[in-house]
């Protein structure tokens, strides 16, 4: 028998607590970790893709150099060079904003790239930048900056202690819980309905989260603005507005309320496609319970009116009194806490402080909105990218209107991808640095414990030793952001330096012992005194429960004198489009439909698409939609399909359902492989089709900038079956070959 060890796996949001079975250099086998404090043993599929990923031959372990059409090995020193000079030399020609970076999802997961991007990000000095932040949480971020005063200051479902969870755009049993850390959710739903809780789902789809509530309401998508505002007008009209505790911190209601005026359950109930009845039911049992919470994930934020959704969602809470209280929404007291050393740091957030060159789209926390990144690119004048550095990331796949950003990296000057593969983006850069494997670092879950059901900590040693000279990530971006510092003032430059030497002489261990000692639960500087230290935290292999979430409000608010806006007047503006789309809404025409996305357990975007035992077995990916938008256009159960929009159009299988909303399509995200150039070889016999092929870099969320993802308008017609391959898609899928 070999020896256990004890990690949490870095796959996705839920923190799930592992027990790996190494022996020497061999991983035997991955169980869930029953001593976890926080997941208790809950385990998903997803977690064996460590093992896979850490000994995949398709993965880069070395630097690697594009030569005409192929690549050759190459040193970490004369990498870092050539990208320096390139760098220099295109910023020298065409100013700093030729330059462009994109962050990608992975990113998060990893605590020592997201204490080191900082000064990477500095020593770029563009003002573009980019990540997977707009095409998924951003309208929840920006609500947190506009009420609360800090861009991470973000609530979360006390779902352990809630009475009535309303839960919009959300499947939890497929994601794990996104910004909502709940290892083992299932239980805990299961747990809520058991006591006598409800747990009302609204969704185009009847999702498996929707098949264990008490009540599913299908929901036209890009329409839960329209919903929330008609609970808040029951709400206010039925006298079921308490701020309780909260009262004397709170501004705008009465703001709020004329905000809503207009939008009765009555006047929704076509456009959201709920009655009028279900809808004042639902805000009089939310209004009457003992603790509720309404909680809104990607089908609420990846559309059209995504800000206002995710600022409503938060009204909700907040209008009777279930912000901050037990089983309501709360705020974590996280032992190192990003929030508060960011606020100290002079980072809580911005907005609008720039826009874009092309479309003129706002900035939010010093990023540009991701549905612009091929146009900066692909539009000549002053100021056009140039260059590209992509960390962690898959932007082909990911971005709306995917092949407007293939063509465009195809033509582009210069790109570097920090990357483990040779991804379908990666295969355009002309160097790929990549990193160690996570299972050849330590780990710490800087940004998931800001949004855990329960406070709690836990670190995880590497499991093995990364090969002799192997680059951590975050060496890799204090090397960059020395490299590019050059062309600095001497005084900067000297500072930055400096900070840099300090960082890497520190490392993240370092830092986050710092961040633990001064933390809310720290020791400080006491050598014999109580507290928590990452010392004491490593001796815990099974993490340290830290206790339920607590009231924080008003100490916790960063906003000027510690109040909380209700109605901040940038969302209060944007109501404005949501009146002017109900005046012109009529029906949207009997025959359209809307396409959304879906996440399957054992997939998580694009980055485990490799991984051999996630994708074994895996059957055609399939569109998916309502027998009688099928009938209507004769399409039946497994024909192949044509699916259109705007910018572009995929095949795929037609697969027949009442679980979908009628008017509604339904693809999985995150596939588009096969790519000619591309080393992936699991995830390019399963290709699937990209459904960013379909969605819009255009429609967007005027307001925060996020991706239109959900909602995006298409067109369905029967295609020849003979005309598809095996796997269910169209055996032409690269325009480049």
Same mark, same amino acid.
């Given at each position: 028998m070999g020896k256990i060890h004890y990690r949490t796996c870095n796959l996705c949001e839920a923190m799930c607590g592992l027990a790996l079975e190494v022996e020497g250099e061999r991983l035997i086998s991955i169980r869930g970790d029953a001593g976890d404090v926080f997941s208790q043993g809950h385990i998903c599929p997803k977690a064996v893709a460590l093992g896979d990923l850490h000994s995949d031959p398709d993965r880069i372990r070395s630097p690697q150099r594009r030569v005409g059409d192929g690549w050759e090995a190459i040193s970490w020193d004369d990498a870092f060079h050539e990208i320096g000079e390139r760098i220099a030399e295109i910023r020298t020609t065409y100013g700093r904003d030729s330059v462009a970076v994109y962050l990608g999802n992975p990113n998060v997961h990893n605590y020592g790239s997201l204490l080191t991007l900082l000064p990477f990000l500095e020593a770029l000095e563009t003002r573009n930048r980019f990540s997977a932040t707009s095409a998924d949480q951003l309208p929840q971020m920006l609500a947190a900056y506009l009420m609360f005063g800090h861009q991470l200051l973000l609530p979360v479902p006390d779902v352990d202690r809630t009475d009535y969870f309303l839960m919009l755009g959300a499947n939890p049993l497929e994601s794990n819980g996104s910004l909502m850390s709940a290892g083992g959710i299932k239980r805990r739903l299961e747990h809520l309905v058991a006591r006598g809780g409800q747990l009302v789902v609204v969704d185009p789809r009847r999702t498996r989260t929707a098949e264990l509530a008490t009540r599913h309401l299908f929901i036209r998508p890009g329409s839960d603005a329209f919903f929330l505002? $008609?609970? *808040?007008?029951?709400l206010f009209e039925e006298d079921r507005v308490h701020l309780h505790r909260l009262e004397p911190f709170v501004q705008g209601v009465a703001e709020l309320r004329g905000c809503v005026a207009l939008f009765s359950p009555e006047a929704v109930a076509g456009r959201v496609g709920v009655p009028a009845k279900a809808i004042r039911q639902v805000a009089r049992d939310f209004g009457t319970a003992r603790a509720a919470v309404c909680y809104g994930r990607m089908g609420a934020s990846a559309q059209e009116f995504g800000g206002l959704a995710a600022w409503l969602v938060n009204a909700v809470n907040i209008v009777t009194g279930n *912000?901050? /209280?037990?089983?309501? $929404?709360?705020?974590?007291?996280? @032992? $190192?806490?990003?929030?508060?050393?960011? $606020?100290?740091?002079?980072?809580?957030g911005g907005f609008a402080r720039w826009r874009s060159r092309v479309r003129g789209l706002r900035e939010f926390g010093g990023e540009l909105p991701l549905s612009a990144l091929a146009e900066e690119m692909d539009t000549p004048g002053q100021g056009q990218v140039r260059a590209l550095i992509t960390v962690a990331g898959n932007p082909v796949l990911s971005t709306p209107n995917s092949k407007r950003l293939e063509r465009a990296l195809a033509r582009i000057d210069f790109m570097?991808?920090?990357?483990?593969?040779? %991804?379908?983006? @990666?295969?355009?850069?002309h160097f790929i640095l990549p990193p160690t494997s996570p299972l050849e670092r330590s780990h710490y879950d800087l940004v998931f414990q800001m949004l855990a059901v329960r406070n709690g900590a836990k670190y995880s040693p590497a499991l093995f030793p990364p090969p002799e000279g192997a680059l951590h990530d975050w060496q890799i971006l204090l090397e960059l952001a020395e490299r590019l510092t050059t062309s600095r003032p001497p005084l900067a430059r000297a500072v930055a330096m400096? /900070? %840099?030497?300090?960082?890497?002489?520190?490392?993240p261990e370092g830092i986050l012992d710092l961040l633990l000692r001064f933390g809310p639960y720290g020791r400080g500087v006491r050598p014999l005194g109580g507290g928590l230290d990452l010392g004491r935290l490593k001796s815990q292999v099974h993490g340290i429960d830290l206790g339920p979430l607590r009231p924080v409000l008003p100490g916790r608010l960063y906003? /000027? %004198?510690?109040?909380?806006?209700?109605?901040?007047?940038?969302? @209060?503006?944007?109501?404005?489009r949501l009146r002017e789309s109900m005046r012109k809404w009529e029906g949207n025409g009997a025959h359209s439909l809307r396409l959304i996305g879906r996440r399957e357990l054992r997939s998580n975007n694009t980055w485990l698409h490799n991984s051999q035992r996630l994708l074994r077995g895996q059957r055609p990916l399939r569109l998916t939609l309502h027998p009688s938008d099928a009938k209507l256009r004769g399409i039946e159960e497994g024909q192949s399909v044509e699916v259109c929009s705007r910018t572009g159009k995929v095949e795929a299988l037609a697969s027949l359902t009442e679980a979908i909303m009628p008017g509604v399509v339904c693809l999985p995200f995150g596939w588009g492989h096969g790519k000619k150039g591309a080393r992936l070889g699991v995830a390019n016999k399963c290709p699937g089709v990209n459904i960013n092929e379909l969605t819009d870099e255009l429609f967007l969320d005027d307001l925060s900038g996020n991706a239109g993802l959900n909602g995006v308008p298409v067109t369905l017609h029967p295609v020849d079956l003979a005309n598809l391959s095996p796997d269910g898609i169209s055996g032409e899928t690269d325009e480049l070959r």
């Amino acid at each position: 028998m070999g020896k256990i060890h004890y990690r949490t796996c870095n796959l996705c949001e839920a923190m799930c607590g592992l027990a790996l079975e190494v022996e020497g250099e061999r991983l035997i086998s991955i169980r869930g970790d029953a001593g976890d404090v926080f997941s208790q043993g809950h385990i998903c599929p997803k977690a064996v893709a460590l093992g896979d990923l850490h000994s995949d031959p398709d993965r880069i372990r070395s630097p690697q150099r594009r030569v005409g059409d192929g690549w050759e090995a190459i040193s970490w020193d004369d990498a870092f060079h050539e990208i320096g000079e390139r760098i220099a030399e295109i910023r020298t020609t065409y100013g700093r904003d030729s330059v462009a970076v994109y962050l990608g999802n992975p990113n998060v997961h990893n605590y020592g790239s997201l204490l080191t991007l900082l000064p990477f990000l500095e020593a770029l000095e563009t003002r573009n930048r980019f990540s997977a932040t707009s095409a998924d949480q951003l309208p929840q971020m920006l609500a947190a900056y506009l009420m609360f005063g800090h861009q991470l200051l973000l609530p979360v479902p006390d779902v352990d202690r809630t009475d009535y969870f309303l839960m919009l755009g959300a499947n939890p049993l497929e994601s794990n819980g996104s910004l909502m850390s709940a290892g083992g959710i299932k239980r805990r739903l299961e747990h809520l309905v058991a006591r006598g809780g409800q747990l009302v789902v609204v969704d185009p789809r009847r999702t498996r989260t929707a098949e264990l509530a008490t009540r599913h309401l299908f929901i036209r998508p890009g329409s839960d603005a329209f919903f929330l505002a $008609a609970i *808040l007008f029951a709400l206010f009209e039925e006298d079921r507005v308490h701020l309780h505790r909260l009262e004397p911190f709170v501004q705008g209601v009465a703001e709020l309320r004329g905000c809503v005026a207009l939008f009765s359950p009555e006047a929704v109930a076509g456009r959201v496609g709920v009655p009028a009845k279900a809808i004042r039911q639902v805000a009089r049992d939310f209004g009457t319970a003992r603790a509720a919470v309404c909680y809104g994930r990607m089908g609420a934020s990846a559309q059209e009116f995504g800000g206002l959704a995710a600022w409503l969602v938060n009204a909700v809470n907040i209008v009777t009194g279930n *912000l901050d /209280r037990p089983g309501g $929404a709360m705020f974590t007291t996280p @032992a $190192a806490d990003l929030v508060e050393f960011t $606020a100290r740091l002079g980072h809580r957030g911005g907005f609008a402080r720039w826009r874009s060159r092309v479309r003129g789209l706002r900035e939010f926390g010093g990023e540009l909105p991701l549905s612009a990144l091929a146009e900066e690119m692909d539009t000549p004048g002053q100021g056009q990218v140039r260059a590209l550095i992509t960390v962690a990331g898959n932007p082909v796949l990911s971005t709306p209107n995917s092949k407007r950003l293939e063509r465009a990296l195809a033509r582009i000057d210069f790109m570097v991808s920090i990357d483990l593969y040779r %991804n379908e983006t @990666a295969r355009h850069a002309h160097f790929i640095l990549p990193p160690t494997s996570p299972l050849e670092r330590s780990h710490y879950d800087l940004v998931f414990q800001m949004l855990a059901v329960r406070n709690g900590a836990k670190y995880s040693p590497a499991l093995f030793p990364p090969p002799e000279g192997a680059l951590h990530d975050w060496q890799i971006l204090l090397e960059l952001a020395e490299r590019l510092t050059t062309s600095r003032p001497p005084l900067a430059r000297a500072v930055a330096m400096l /900070r %840099n030497g300090v960082l890497q002489w520190l490392g993240p261990e370092g830092i986050l012992d710092l961040l633990l000692r001064f933390g809310p639960y720290g020791r400080g500087v006491r050598p014999l005194g109580g507290g928590l230290d990452l010392g004491r935290l490593k001796s815990q292999v099974h993490g340290i429960d830290l206790g339920p979430l607590r009231p924080v409000l008003p100490g916790r608010l960063y906003t /000027r %004198n510690k109040q909380l806006f209700l109605c901040p007047p940038a969302i @209060a503006m944007d109501m404005r489009r949501l009146r002017e789309s109900m005046r012109k809404w009529e029906g949207n025409g009997a025959h359209s439909l809307r396409l959304i996305g879906r996440r399957e357990l054992r997939s998580n975007n694009t980055w485990l698409h490799n991984s051999q035992r996630l994708l074994r077995g895996q059957r055609p990916l399939r569109l998916t939609l309502h027998p009688s938008d099928a009938k209507l256009r004769g399409i039946e159960e497994g024909q192949s399909v044509e699916v259109c929009s705007r910018t572009g159009k995929v095949e795929a299988l037609a697969s027949l359902t009442e679980a979908i909303m009628p008017g509604v399509v339904c693809l999985p995200f995150g596939w588009g492989h096969g790519k000619k150039g591309a080393r992936l070889g699991v995830a390019n016999k399963c290709p699937g089709v990209n459904i960013n092929e379909l969605t819009d870099e255009l429609f967007l969320d005027d307001l925060s900038g996020n991706a239109g993802l959900n909602g995006v308008p298409v067109t369905l017609h029967p295609v020849d079956l003979a005309n598809l391959s095996p796997d269910g898609i169209s055996g032409e899928t690269d325009e480049l070959r």
